[in-house]
Nanobody
Framework: QVQLQESGPGLVKPSQTLSLTCTVS??????????WTWIRQPPGKGLEWIGW???????YYSPSLKSRTAISRDTSKNQFTLQLSFVTPEDTAVYYC??????????WGQGTQVTVSS
């Protein structure tokens, strides 16, 4: 029912800002008790939680990334976004958006590969 779709550039140059958008259908990002999450998986590594924005618009970021991370939303478009600044090759990963409900990421986007390279 709930579907999420990531979009944005697949190649970002070092020191620039990675910008991705997640478009949600089948459910509202303002529905009570939901949070909307960005997660990434670098090559050969496990999933890493980046941060979320709640149904009310509150944000929380991974402590290791918060200085470079901004998550925002556009409720009129039912979208939420990720901006990760000052990227390095270590930020190369598949980036996912997901819905979090009761601490369970029950719906995921298909993921989008982002490569940081000059």
């Amino acid at each position: 029912q709930v579907q999420l779709q990531e979009s944005g550039p697949g190649l970002v140059k070092p020191s620039q800002t990675l910008s991705l958008t997640c478009t949600v259908s089948g459910g509202s990002i303002t529905t009570n008790d939901n949070a909307w999450t960005w997660i990434r998986q670098p090559p050969g590594k496990g999933l890493e939680w980046i941060g979320w924005i709640t149904w009310s618009g509150s944000t929380y970021y991974s402590p290791s990334l918060k200085s470079r991370t901004a998550i925002s939303r556009d409720t009129s478009k039912n979208q939420f976004t990720l901006q990760l600044s000052f990227v390095t090759p270590e930020d190369t990963a598949v980036y996912y958006c997901a819905r979090e409900f009761g601490f369970l990421n029950d719906y995921w986007g298909q993921g989008t590969q982002v490569t940081v390279s000059s």
